[in-house]
């Protein structure tokens, strides 16, 4: 019999994701064979790893795009932006992670072995440009956070978190999957330049093909938890360990965005007329619904919760915008997020201390006084969050609107920068609780800073300030980015 | 003869389906939900899909039946808890009925001249081989990340249900 | 002459259900073991360690039927898919001596 033609591969292009798998094992065998002291250094040798793969990603970001693996899986900036989002979220939640995990007696190696599945995952999505090579990357992610949510196991809520997570999870991949499935009936193809051509010769059946477009932008609106589909965001995001919400709410988002914004804008950008109307009302629901709600929040990690659904809302303005304005504000906006978010958490953990999490309101009266540094800190993550200037959050959102602005969409962009008005509020009211109120009367031990939190928190303040006042590089990178989409 | 043998397992897999949601017990309800799988196992036949027939039964009827029951034994339903209501069979029968009735128009509309009956589509699509053929040339990559997959799931179980917490 | 047939079996099948006597009492419609009255319920909870156990199968399961197409085809394929195949068992060969020294195939 005639042998089959070997495929083109390019290992190269996969190197990132391959570091990460590759690391994941060596952690898993550190765990299992290696003395006490070889699995103290799980950690370090994980987020080496990270790096690793950081500079690869960096070093294949200056090709030009290009596919690979038979045209499903593209290397491209657009993809390599993002990736470097997902990688240094996770480098980020590996130092973050180092102490708390002491602390609560779960520094398994497993634990970072997830969390490197859970990356490469990402990556693979990030990248992928057909829709089997994106669902098995949300696949690997998704499986790895179900895990990871309930990794303290003794806790109720966290175990809550997990089971909430996977069976709605669960839920949300089923349909992105019958999506998958109703397009590639109509279409013939799941590779997305392929459905492209399809959909704009209108040779595809055209009931499926909506049906199909409607279902994958549930799916993605779940993993992104946009309104009316977070309703599992805030209990998973408060019972899950607070590194583990850290990353939640940084990487796998970027990476859900970019897969959602490559489908939509490679696959269907002939359909953009009938689509952009439900991503604008998925917008304005997802900012309102989030920013409102996080008003009412005596929860620090509920509110940090509420307050990623807005900014999902604030990126599906982007989204709504598109364009290489719309997704460079994206990205810009992703990265900053992602800089500012896990800062927050990283402070959250610290104030939580060990065992029973102290993360309500009044857990961070007085913090302004006893802990000036670490204050002065949060004080800058929030108002990065909120969207001050000279943060690097308020130019997030200023190149957001600005972007949907330009396109057309002024009522967005207004109701965008309300919502904006109404986020300062309760950030506002964290910070002025650390300095206007009284530590409470209980004596609590005092709060203790690793050096792995602190490298956080600085890496987490130079990307909040530094890209606020000076992002032009970072925003021409991105623009760049988006022109090789 | 091959309609015959789809009318027999189809009248026999809805006769399954059915039992399945009315059965007061749940282990019941499970068994008839593998003769369900059994019976679409059949149908993969008909279709010429072998590979997944084989994969209904071993991964369907087999492996995550197995979940099912395992499932429904350490849950440990009484027989009233598993079983559904019969108060609202009116309103469940109207809502199938709506189904039913939203399916015709959507069935019409995706009915195109000539495409039924499987045209363009080569004489090895969906046996063994030919999903062979696919799976390892050109969608190496995700067969390649299902096992990342399989091995973060794997990790993923051992840590939610045997780690030692200090 | 197939439907004759199955519908002749079918129809005895029924008529039996339907006309024959039945007799219900106690000990008729208990589980039969071994002629003795019946100790325990058999409805008991499952210890979650076969829960554990049953995902196992699950996923060696799943690996296994990928070598099923790759048996077929495997002349064809050649050294390069004897190559991504080992890559793929080694993946999960990893998992497994994982599994094993973790301790998690032991009975405790």
Known sequence: ????????????????????????????????????????????????????????????????????????????????????????????????????????????????????????????????????????????????????????????????????????????????????????????????????????????????????????????????????????????????????????????????????????????????????????????????????????????????????????????????????????????????????????????????????????????????????????????????????????????????????????????????????????????????????????????PPLVFAPSLIAVMIVAIYGSLWLGIMPAGYISFAQSAFLAL | MELLIFYMFAIVSVAFAIFMIVARKPVSSAISLIGVMFCLAVFYVLLNAHLIAALQILVYAGAIMVLFLFVIMLLNLREKQGAISYHRTALQLAGVAVFCALLVPFMSMVTIPGTSGGAGVSADFGTTAGVGKLLYTDFLLPFEIASILLLAALVGAVALTKLKMK | MGAVAVGIAGAMLMLSEFLGPKHFFREKMEPFECGENQIVSPKQRYSVRFYLIAMFFIIFDIEAVFLFPWAVIFQQLGMFGFIEMMIFILLLGVGLIYVWKKGALEWE
């Not at chain 1, 042998?3 to 094992?25: H, K």
């Not at chain 1, 250094?41 to 290009?66: K, N």
Request: aromatic share 14%; hydrophobic share 55%; glycine share 10%.
């Open chain 1, 1 to 444: 019999m005639a042998s089959i033609p070997v495929p083109d591969i390019s290992l190269g292009a996969i190197a990132p994701e391959i570091t990460l798998a590759l690391t994941a094992v060596v952690a898993l065998m550190l765990e299992v064979f290696a003395e006490k002291k070889g699995r103290d250094h799980i950690a370090y040798i994980s987020l080496v790893g990270v790096i690793v793969a950081c500079f690869i990603t960096f070093r294949l970001a200056g090709d030009p795009s290009w596919t690979t693996f038979s045209g499903l899986y593209v290397v491209d900036r657009f993809g390599q932006f993002f990736k470097l989002i997902c990688l240094l979220g996770t480098g980020m939640t590996i130092l973050v992670s180092v102490k708390y995990n002491k602390d609560e007696g779960i520094d398994n190696g497993e634990y970072y072995a997830l969390l490197l599945f859970a990356t490469s995952g990402m990556l693979f999505m990030v990248s992928g440009s057909d829709m089997i090579t994106i669902f098995m990357g949300l696949e690997v992610m998704s499986i790895s956070l179900y895990a990871l949510a309930g990794y303290t196991r003794k806790r109720a809520r966290s175990n809550e978190a997990s089971v909430k997570y996977f069976i709605l999870g669960s839920l949300s991949t089923a349909f992105l999957l019958y999506g998958i499935a109703l397009i590639y009936g109509s279409t013939g193809s799941t590779q997305i330049d392929i459905i492209a051509k399809a959909v704009s010769s209108g040779s595809g059946v055209e009931a499926v093909l909506d049906l199909g477009i409607v279902m994958l932008m549930i799916g993605f609106a779940f993993k992104v938890s946009a309104v009316p589909f977070h309703m599992w965001t805030p209990d998973v995001y408060q019972g899950a360990p607070t590194p583990v919400t850290a990353f939640m709410s940084a990487g796998p988002k970027a990476a859900a965005f970019a897969a959602f914004f490559r489908v939509f804008n490679v696959a269907f950008p002939s359909l953009q007329a009938d689509w952009w109307v439900i991503i604008w009302i998925l917008a304005v629901a997802t900012m309102t619904v989030g920013n409102v709600i996080a008003l009412l929040q005596n929860d620090v990690k509920r509110m940090l919760a509420y307050s990623s659904i807005a900014h999902a809302g604030y990126i599906l303005v982007g989204f709504v915008a598109g364009g290489a304005l719309g997704s460079s504000a994206i990205m810009y906006y992703m990265l900053v997020y992602t800089f500012m978010n896990i800062g927050a958490f990283a402070i959250v953990t610290v104030v939580g201390r060990k065992g029973e999490e102290k993360t309500k309101f009044s857990d961070f009266t007085g913090l302004g006084y006893r802990y000036p540094l670490m204050a002065v800190a949060l004080v800058i993550f929030l108002f990065s969050l909120a969207g001050i200037p000279p943060t690097a959050g308020f130019v997030g959102k200023f190149y957001i609107f600005m972007a949907a602005l330009k396109h057309g969409y002024v009522y967005l962009a207004v109701i965008g920068v309300v919502n904006s008005v109404i986020s300062i509020f309760y950030y506002l009211r964290l910070s002025v609780m650390m300095y206007m109120q009284d530590e409470p009367g209980e004596d609590l």
